[in-house]
Antibody, heavy 124, light 107 residues
Framework: QVQLQEWGAGLLKPSETLSLTCAVY????????WTWIRQSPGKGLEWIGE???????KYNPSLKSRVTISGDTSKNQFSLKLSSVSAADTAVYYCARATITMIRGGLHYWMDVWGKGTTVTVSS | DIVLTQSPGTLSLSPGERATLSCRASQSISNSYLSWYQQKVGQAPRLLIY???SRATGIPDRFSGSGSGTDFTLTISRLEPEDFAVYYC????????FGQGTKVEIK
């Protein structure tokens, strides 16, 4: 059974760079997409971006200028960097595995394994 | 970018009742590239439905999804106590984006 675990600095000052890593246990990066999602306090979910097992990345247009997602197949990990953070970036950050499968002529995508989330607070 | 608008914001119902949640897209979503997730307090989201109407593995058949184009619906036929949660729709056609969520609360 695949499990994901996120970790990284939990408290940042404005303008610093957020750096999180997600470890994949019980499986490998191969064959899946690996995503980051966040949830601000009391708010809904925001998709941040993803990286495929071949290294192709895709980012939320509203965050694209500040986001970098990378993967390390040797360590079965993938990472998120978000630069120039502000209080608006305070959130619970989740990593998740996404499956993409051709079904009935369409390429369907779902996030079926999630980490428990890690809280990042940005405060001066 | 496609914007998803969910309604209502909050649904107050009793166990055993039927819940109907709506997700409307700002433009047509091709191939019904829409999924639904359930999130309980303090937990990560859980996949319920993908492709607008296909239930994920292990999801009870009281959960069903329907719709196409710009209008999608998640129906819970008879609410169980464990179904009271927040539900999000998610489109994966043009980029990826979540709706703002519908909270299903106990009346």
């Amino acid at each position: 059974q695949v499990q994901l675990q996120e970790w990284g600095a939990g408290l940042l000052k404005p303008s610093e760079t957020l750096s999180l890593t997600c470890a994949v246990y019980g499986g490998s990066l191969s064959g899946y997409y690996w995503t980051w999602i966040r949830q601000s306090p009391g708010k809904g979910l925001e998709w941040i971006g993803e990286i495929s097992h071949t290294g192709i990345t895709k980012y939320n247009p509203s965050l694209k200028s500040r986001v970098t997602i990378s993967g390390d197949t040797s360590k079965n990990q993938f990472s998120l960097k978000l630069s120039s953070v502000s209080a608006a970036d305070t959130a619970v950050y989740y990593c998740a595995r996404a499956t993409i499968t051709m079904i009935r002529g369409g390429l369907h995508y779902w996030m079926d394994v999630w980490g428990k989330g890690t809280t990042v607070t940005v405060s001066s | 970018d496609i914007v998803l608008t969910q309604s209502p914001g909050t649904l107050s119902l009793s166990p055993g009742e039927r819940a109907t949640l709506s997700c409307r897209a700002s433009q047509s979503i091709s191939n019904s590239y829409l999924s639904w997730y359930q999130q309980k307090v303090g937990q990560a989201p859980r996949l319920l439905i993908y492709g607008a109407s296909s239930r994920a593995t292990g999801i009870p058949d009281r959960f069903s999804g329907s719709g196409s184009g710009t209008d999608f619906t998640l129906t819970i036929s008879r609410l169980e106590p464990e179904d009271f949660a927040v539900y999000y729709c998610h489109q994966y056609g043009i980029s990826r984006a979540f709706g703002q969520g519908t909270k299903v609360e106990i009346k």
